[in-house]
């Protein structure tokens, strides 16, 4: 006995992955405010280079735009995702600093 018809638990399927994908947009939201606090404080910080500051700034405000603009304007999702690259700018060049070099014992000033 099937509880579904295979067009139901298709369209069932279709309903739950929009879903995930609108509750990981608006995740996404959170994330990018993060961003942009971090980017601030780094900035103003003097224990790690401001340059990193500013990429993280600008890596929040891409993901800021592109999750807000899939969320309101999902027909041009595919536009976003070109915005959602300087995402990366930010945060993988600040891992690396982390990494590699690590923070000033003092801040410069």
């Given at each position: 006995m099937e509880t579904f018809a295979s067009s139901?638990?298709?369209?069932?399927?279709?309903l739950l992955l929009g879903g995930y994908e609108t509750?990981?947009?608006v995740g996404l939201v959170?994330?990018?405010?993060?961003?942009?606090?971090l980017g601030y404080l780094v900035f103003r910080s003097g224990?790690?280079?401001?340059v990193f500051g500013v990429l993280v700034f600008?890596?929040?405000l891409?993901?800021?735009?592109?999750?807000v603009g899939t969320l309101l304007f999902p027909q041009l999702a595919g536009v976003f995702e070109v915005i959602g690259f300087t995402t990366v700018?930010?945060?993988?060049p600040l891992m690396f600093w982390l990494?590699?070099?690590g923070v000033r014992d003092k801040p410069s000033g």
């Open positions: 139901q638990s298709q369209a069932l399927g279709s509750g990981h947009n959170f994330f990018a405010f993060h961003l942009l606090i224990y790690i280079p401001t600008i890596s929040g891409g993901y800021l735009v592109d999750s700018i930010g945060g993988v990494l590699i070099k």
